[in-house]
């Protein structure tokens, strides 16, 4: 997915996010606890090594040489985890708006009383706050009305 940098990433992070990357691909490619476990250790090993290098040229190469390793061995079907960006379950979270509950029938809002009750006491609250912020609903229908010939003269 190609992105327009939003943010200057340092070169810990880059390197944090390849090692990270790469756990996962060797993660699809091994499935198999152990298996996945033995090659982690491994690479883990190989990014210990690269740790002692203080030569920011030479560090910066070796991140380049990482990632295009990566981009040569990567798996093709990645495992996502299911509510993540490009999992099965991704966005799939039903959302419902407020105003479907008024449409229930009074014989399904008697089953919870409470919460309906308490829901009256918060819309007469909201439509409170409303009314002290941007005035009557007869004025502020007044004044889009006004808004509105203005804009027609223009």
Same mark, same amino acid.
Request: aromatic share 8%; proline share 3%; charged share 35%.
């Given at each position: 997915m190609a992105s327009l940098p939003t943010k &200057? &990433?340092?070169?810990? /992070? @880059?390197?944090?996010?390849?090692?990270?990357?790469?756990? @996962?691909?060797? /993660?699809?490619?091994?499935? =198999?606890?152990?298996?996945?476990?033995?090659?982690?250790?491994? !690479?883990?090993?190989? !990014?210990? /090594?690269? %740790? /002692? =290098?203080?030569?920011?040229?030479?560090?910066?190469? %070796?991140?380049?040489? *990482?990632?295009?390793?990566?981009? =040569?061995?990567?798996?093709?079907?990645? &495992?996502?985890? *299911?509510?993540s960006v490009g999992g099965a379950a991704y966005d799939r979270t039903l959302y419902y708006p407020d105003w479907l509950l008024d449409t229930w029938h009074p014989y399904e809002k008697a089953a919870y009383p409470e919460y309906f009750a308490r829901r009256e006491i918060r819309k007469q609250e909201f439509v409170e706050r409303w009314e002290k912020k941007y005035g009557e609903k007869a004025q502020v229908d007044n004044n889009l009305e006004v808004w509105y010939r203005e804009g027609e003269k223009g």
């Open positions: &200057i &990433i340092s070169h810990k /992070q @880059r390197v944090c996010a390849l090692y990270k990357e790469a756990l @996962r691909h060797l /993660q699809s490619w091994h499935p =198999e606890r152990d298996v996945f476990r033995y090659h982690a250790v491994l !690479l883990r090993h190989r !990014l210990d /090594q690269t %740790m /002692q =290098e203080t030569d920011l040229r030479v560090c910066k190469k %070796m991140l380049l040489d *990482g990632e295009a390793e990566l981009w =040569e061995k990567q798996h093709p079907v990645r &495992i996502r985890f *299911g509510e």
